[in-house]
């Protein structure tokens, strides 16, 4: 069974620092992983997605993630905050099914 | 492209009445899904349509719930009796295939008094 943990329910940064999202995955076969953000009030965005190949993930808004086996994890990152990436972000695994991590509320400080 | 549409954004009823809530998946998207997302917490699947077949309901509450997607395009979810631990945000997703990204739409927000 394919399982994903979130560390951190909360993280703060202040704008032009580096954001780093925690995600560890659990999964029996080799894993498809995503990150999502979700906006108030709305659905959820796809930021970038891992099945195979290149380990290092480019996605949207200049957000990345690497994918490390032998770690099991798939931290999300942002070399430099904005305000506007304030959001809950969700990383999720894919086996017959998507499965989501509880999530994580950014907060990003002027 | 246009996105998933759901209606209504928001709901409230009392505990026992009865809802339903629609999906509109994006066009040629075979499957479809319904996912539950309670305050604080990530997004559960609740069942995934492939084209207008069941393909996963093993989380969805049968004594309560039940979704169909007639003719494999929209979709309607409906909850009867609804219970206060209803309360929460019913997405829709739709991707091409079964292993494609998934779409969401912006979710309708049900509150059970």
């Known amino acids: 069974a394919q399982s994903v943990t979130q560390l951190g329910s909360h993280v703060s940064v202040s704008e032009g620092a580096l954001v780093l999202l925690r995600c560890n995955y659990s999964s029996s076969v080799p894993p498809y992983l995503f990150w999502y953000v979700q906006y108030p009030n709305q659905g959820l965005q796809l930021l970038l997605k891992y099945t195979t190949g290149a380990t290092l993930v480019k996605g949207i808004n200049g957000f990345e993630a690497e994918f490390k086996k032998s770690e099991t994890s798939f931290h999300l990152t942002k070399p430099s905050a904005h305000m506007s990436d304030a959001a809950e972000y969700f990383c999720?695994?894919?086996?017959?099914?998507?499965?989501f991590g509880t999530g994580t509320r950014l907060q990003v400080f002027p | 492209e246009a996105g998933v549409a759901q209606s209504p954004r928001y709901k409230i009823i009392e505990k026992r009445q009865s809802v339903a809530f629609w999906c509109n998946p994006i066009?040629?998207?075979?499957?479809l899904y319904w996912y539950q997302q309670i305050l604080g917490q990530g997004p559960k699947l609740l069942i995934q349509f492939q084209n207008n077949g069941v393909v996963d309901d093993s989380q969805l509450p049968k004594d309560r719930f039940s979704a169909e997607r007639l003719k494999g395009v929209d979709s309607t979810l409906k909850i009867q009796p609804a219970k206060l631990e209803d309360s929460a945000v019913y997405l829709c997703?739709?991707?091409?295939?079964?292993?494609?990204?998934?779409?969401f739409g912006n979710g309708t927000r049900l509150t059970v008094t």
């Open positions: 997703a739709s991707s091409l295939d079964q292993g494609s990204p998934l779409h």
């Open positions: 066009s040629g998207h075979a499957t």
């Open positions: 999720a695994v894919m086996g017959g099914k998507l499965i």
